[in-house]
Structures are given as C-alpha cells and as structure tokens.
C-alpha cells in the first residue's frame, strides 16, 4: 500500500492540502491537485495575468483558462509549459488536459523532453495520455455515491458525483457510461470489460490551522467486475481546504467543503487506471 504525502498550495487565500491512500503497490501518482475558488475574470485578463510576477496569481490563470474550454487558450497555456516556476508548468498541463484540444500534444510531447521536475513531468505524461488515448478498453459505470459524513448538503453531493464523473472521463482507455446504462448488457455486446465504481463519503468536518479554517474530506471507491459484481479493488483519497478565517462567511464555508471534497474525489482517483486494470482481469 503507499500512502503519497499531502501537498500544500497557497492561492490568494485560500490554501488545499492533498493525500491519497492507494490499494495497489504498482501506482505512483503526482500527489499535486489544484482546487481555487475565485470566479473567472474574462479571458483576455486571464491570459494577461498569465505574465504576472507572483506564480500564484499565473498558476489560478492557467487553471482557469483550462475550465474555460476556449480554443483562443491553448496557445498561452501552450507558452506557459516554459514558465521558470515548476508549479505554473503543472498547472499548465493540467489545464491543456482540461481544455481538451488534442492539437496540444505535440507541444506536450516537446515539453516533456526538456522538462527537469518529476511532478511536472507526471503532469504532462497524464495530459498526454489523456488527450491522445485510443479507443475504449474498459467500460465504467458511477454507480451508489453515498454521504456518510455529519455534513448533508445539496451541493456536497452534487459535487461529489461532478468531481468524480470528471476524473473518470479522463482515465486514458475508460469510457464512462450513463448513470442509467446497462453495463452488463453493454459489456456483453461490445465483449469489453465492466466496472462499477461506488463511493462514499465518509468525513467532511470542519477544522481549523493557525488563523485559518476549513474543512477535511475523506472519500473511497469500491470496485466491482461486471457481471459477478465481486468487489475487486479500492481506491481513497483526502484532502483539506482552508481559507483566512476573518473573510470567511457562510456562503464561504460552503465552498471550501465543496473545494475539500472535490480534491479529496480527485486525489483518490489518481488510483483508478490501476485498480481498473486489476478489476477487469
């Protein structure tokens, strides 16, 4: 089992602190998840502020230029592969997996040969075999998400399942199906293996850090091979979310226990192409 150190980010004011607890001894993921909260400013900004001094203030453009999703991003999150911070060229792969526009891997590829950090280029591999996939290997299904949690929020649940519905379609090889598909059926017609992800989240409570407070999530997937539905595997993963305690509100709080479970939902399934490749032997 290998238990991968959390990683400590600060953005403006809002700080993520990851960790992820892996089933399988084979898979070493970057333990590197970015989580921001501040709303999108226009993207002509965003690419200005790609140039600005402070890395945090050019790391929150690139993420944001990512979930844009506008073709006019890739050429400046393209740039931002050679930024001099190690942190900005994360974020900047992340966001060109996020943008989805296969026409960056070549440059992916060019930045990966000259790439010096080991997160960075762990980054860029996930980018890269996200964007250049082949055809489906592996049928998903999202199955039960359940709040076990003392935190029973509309919007928790909600991104609990976007979060984990996001991860998955990016798995290089997975294609996730409908919540309401037939995967054995599926899974018989199309002769591909199938898999149920069910997952839990089972803390989310609110703790505090110096000035700061926030909240810690845990969430786990359980794996189950269609069509016997044996459990085959799991994956977990935690995260926490502070911010400065003195601005923060209620509609604040709300947002770092969605930011919290969100990361903690991406950090665990930084374990699922493994767990996936061992659920469908």
Same mark, same amino acid.
Request: proline share 3%; net charge positive; charged share 25%.
């Given at each position: 089992?290998? $238990? +991968?150190?959390?990683? +400590?980010?600060? &953005? /403006?004011?809002?700080?993520?602190?990851?960790?992820a607890t892996?089933? &399988?001894?084979? &898979?070493?993921?970057?333990? +590197?998840?970015f989580?921001?909260?501040?709303?999108?400013?226009?993207?002509?900004?965003?690419?200005?502020d790609?140039?600005?001094?402070?890395?945090?203030? +050019?790391?929150?453009?690139?993420?944001?230029?990512?979930?844009?999703k506008?073709?006019? !991003? $890739?050429?400046?999150?393209?740039?931002?592969?050679?930024?001099?911070n190690?942190?900005v060229?994360? =974020?900047?792969? =992340? !966001?060109?997996?996020?943008l989805?526009?296969?026409?960056?891997?070549g440059?992916?590829?060019?930045a990966?040969?000259?790439?010096?950090?080991?997160?960075?280029?762990?980054?860029?591999? #996930?980018?890269?075999?996200?964007?250049?996939?082949g055809p489906?290997r592996?049928?998903?299904?999202?199955g039960?998400?359940?709040?076990?949690?003392?935190?029973?929020?509309?919007?928790?649940?909600?991104? &609990?399942?976007?979060?984990? $519905?996001?991860?998955?379609?990016?798995?290089?090889?997975? #294609?996730?199906?409908?919540?309401? =598909?037939?995967?054995?059926?599926?899974?018989?017609?199309?002769?591909?293996?199938g898999v149920?992800?069910?997952?839990k989240?089972?803390?989310?409570?609110?703790?505090?850090?110096?000035?700061?407070?926030?909240?810690a =999530?845990?969430?786990?997937?359980?794996?189950?091979?269609?069509?016997d #539905?044996?459990?085959?595997?799991?994956?977990?993963?935690?995260?926490?979310?502070?911010a400065?305690?003195?601005?923060?509100?209620?509609?604040?709080?709300?947002?770092?226990q969605?930011?919290?479970?969100? !990361?903690?939902t991406?950090?665990?399934?930084? /374990?699922?192409?493994?767990a996936? #490749?061992?659920a469908?032997?």
């Open positions: 089992m290998i $238990r +991968r150190p959390g990683s +400590r980010w600060t &953005f /403006g004011k809002l700080i993520v602190l990851v960790g892996f089933a &399988f001894s084979t &898979f070493a993921p970057s333990a +590197r998840t989580t921001y909260s501040n709303a999108f400013a226009d993207e002509a900004s965003l690419i200005k790609l140039k600005d001094t402070d890395f945090r203030v +050019r790391t929150s453009a690139a993420l944001a230029l990512g979930k844009s506008s073709r006019g !991003a $890739r050429d400046p999150l393209i740039g931002a592969l050679s930024d001099s190690p942190t060229r994360v =974020a900047a792969a =992340a !966001a060109l997996e996020s989805g526009d296969k026409s960056a891997v440059a992916l590829k060019r990966r040969g000259t790439e010096k950090d080991a997160d960075v280029k762990a980054q860029i591999d #996930e980018a890269i075999a996200k964007l250049d996939s489906a592996f049928l998903v299904v999202l039960k998400l359940q709040n076990k949690s003392d935190t029973t929020s509309s919007a928790v649940n909600q991104a &609990f399942r976007a979060a984990a $519905r996001d991860k998955l379609s990016t798995v290089p090889g997975v #294609e996730l199906l409908g919540d309401s =598909a037939d995967l054995a059926a599926e899974s018989k017609k199309r002769s591909l293996p149920t992800l069910d997952g989240l089972t803390k989310l409570t609110k703790s505090k850090s110096g000035g700061d407070v926030g909240y =999530a845990h969430v786990e997937f359980m794996l189950r091979k269609t069509p #539905e044996a459990l085959k595997g799991s994956v977990a993963g935690d995260a926490n979310a502070f400065n305690a003195a601005a923060v509100g209620d509609a604040e709080l709300s947002q770092l969605v930011d919290a479970v969100t !990361a903690a991406a950090q665990a399934l930084k /374990g699922v192409p493994t996936i #490749e061992s469908a032997k």
